[in-house]
């Protein structure tokens, strides 16, 4: 069964033009276990298409599976469910300023706390801080890190509940390139150990380096789905 499926999928935002809907027409599925990069140039509706895909907006139009079931026809329980189905960076900076790296880790954690039980919550929180090389800094707040640390400390909240399905929104955006092949060569490991990941990305680099699945997009239209693809491929 497919972890994703759109299905003839619109979506406007109030002052969109009938020409440049943020989502137009979009059908696509992706399997458990791919690794899918999303392109396009800013405004091309890749943050769209990663909100439509983990629920957080609705289409206008068309349906969004979520293995096998209808967003639209869940019930609220099983929308709660489904949120912790995925981990999440956003492209905009997330982190709670005032808390330590380990109490931005810990809340989420929190949440996962009946679905994660092999483990105790700091048992989790240390385990993921240890994946991405962050444990030195767990009491220090997000203001005393660099980008690249507090984009680290954003995955390792993303990975902290054991996700399906990981949704990264230009995580490597304005990071130095040790940053961005650290970063890349994690997903990569985490991506084997069987999580989905769906990625919105300007690195040409890094796409043209793992050849996966590349998806381009142009005003809200998918041009272009390639296996194994490179940055610019569109068949
Ligand atoms: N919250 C919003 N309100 C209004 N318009 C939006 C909103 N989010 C995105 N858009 C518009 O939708 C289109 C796609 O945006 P977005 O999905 O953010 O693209 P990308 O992530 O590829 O830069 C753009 O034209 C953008 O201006
Ligand atoms: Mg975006």
Not at 64 to 70: A, I, P, S
Not at 152 to 167: C, D, G, M
Not at 177 to 187: A, E
Not at 207 to 221: A, K, P, Q
């Amino acid at each position: 069964m497919a972890a994703i499926e759109l299905e003839n999928v619109d979506k406007f935002y109030r002052w969109d033009t009938r020409r440049q809907p943020a989502a137009n027409n979009i059908t696509l599925s992706v399997g458990q276990g791919e690794f899918v990069f999303l392109i396009g140039g800013s405004g091309a509706g890749k943050s769209t298409l990663l909100h439509l895909m983990t629920g957080g907006i609705r289409p206008e139009r068309g349906t969004v599976r979520l293995y096998g079931q209808d967003y639209a026809k869940m019930s609220e329980k099983r929308r709660q469910a489904a949120a912790l189905m995925f981990g999440y960076v956003w492209q905009e900076p997330q982190l709670m300023k005032r808390r330590t790296v380990f109490e931005n880790i810990y809340l989420t954690a929190l949440v996962g706390e009946h679905k994660c039980r092999n483990a105790t919550v700091r048992e989790r929180v240390q385990k993921v801080l240890g994946l991405t090389g962050m444990t030195q800094y767990a009491a220090m707040r997000p203001e005393e890190l660099s980008l690249g640390q507090c984009r680290r400390v954003e995955l390792s909240r993303a990975l902290v509940n054991n996700p399906s399905i990981l949704i990264l929104d230009e995580i490597t955006s304005n990071l130095d390139p040790d940053n961005v092949w650290d970063i890349t060569f994690l997903l990569d490991e985490i991506h084997r150990q069987g999580t989905t990941i769906i990625m919105a990305t300007h690195s040409r680099s890094i796409v043209n380096i793992m050849r996966r699945r590349v998806i381009t997009l142009v005003n809200g239209e998918v041009i272009g789905d390639v296996r194994r693809g490179r940055y610019g491929d569109i068949v």
